[in-house]
């Protein structure tokens, strides 16, 4: 029988689950003691690897005396306030929902970043990314943000992103016009090379990773059969399979919303 793999159910539970242990300064020993599951397994969950059992998970919902409606994934409604913070932190491509108030937790860019990566459900609100990163990049702190990606155990998505940013820049430089529009875009090209340059080559997974889901990070939205992680794996961008990443996306993608915002805004 042909099975399944739901990453973004299983990522988002173990984002909160660790968030909500770290929020109690448990360790993942004294968690999974209450859990009773080993420190390891424990580690392999929280890392989007593994699952709780039903009992485990009310179990955890006693520990930390929260709903299950808490771990209830992203609704419409946040796809919109996404959307919204997207268009006016730069994504000026994107339409805007006037009837939506804006979210004051959207504020922020690095939050912005982090919602839309370890959701992961939009294609085109990761790419929105691109012209994000483009006009805020000055705003952001690299460092700051790979480390809470980094206590996440979602490094490699953060650096997909800004290497096909960095790699759609410079695609789509030679048709950008003046030179002096050019600015912004080589510099955030620039820095976000430079960044990643200084990261250790260990990090990136490669192309000997091979398709198997527990190594690799699924972000197409969607639960994916076996077969399609194969098939898309083998189709993926030499981007994607540096990082890791399971997805259809390419860096095309990330140029067209770089264009798309840039003509929108000149």
């Known amino acids: 029988m042909d099975k399944t793999w739901k990453p973004n159910l299983r990522k988002h539970i173990a984002l909160k689950v660790r968030e909500l242990r770290k929020r109690r300064n448990f360790t993942q020993a004294e968690l999974a003691a209450r859990l009773g599951v080993s420190q390891a397994r424990l580690s392999v969950i929280e890392h989007g ?100 990606f980094v206590d996440f155990g979602l490094e490699a998505r953060l650096g997909w992103v800004l290497e096909n940013t960095a790699e759609a820049i410079r695609m789509i430089l030679p048709s950008l016009g003046p030179a002096a529009a050019a600015i912004p875009y080589r510099k955030a090209e620039r820095t976000i090379t430079i960044f990643l340059s200084r990261k250790s080559a260990s990090l990136l997974k490669g192309p000997a990773a091979g398709p198997h889901p527990e190594e690799l990070d699924i972000i197409d939205g969607k639960a994916l059969s076996l077969k399609t992680i194969h098939s898309t794996w083998d189709e993926a961008s030499d981007v994607s399979r540096r990082w890791g990443i399971v997805s259809a996306m390419k860096t095309e993608d990330f140029a067209e919303a770089i264009r798309a915002s840039y003509v929108t805004t000149t």
Do not use: C, Y
């Open 49 to 148: 690897n593994g699952s709780f059992s039903a009992e485990q998970f009310l179990e955890i919902l006693r520990i930390f005396n929260v709903p299950a409606q808490s771990f209830a994934i992203t609704k419409r409604d946040a796809q919109g306030d996404i959307q919204n913070a997207l268009a006016r932190h730069g994504a000026s491509h994107l339409m805007e929902d006037s009837d939506l108030l804006p979210s004051e937790h959207l504020d922020e860019v690095e939050v912005l970043i982090r919602e839309v990566l370890v959701d992961a459900q939009s294609p085109r609100h990761i790419a929105a990314l691109g012209p994000v990163l483009v006009k805020n990049l000055s705003q952001v702190n690299l460092n700051r943000l790979w480390a809470r």
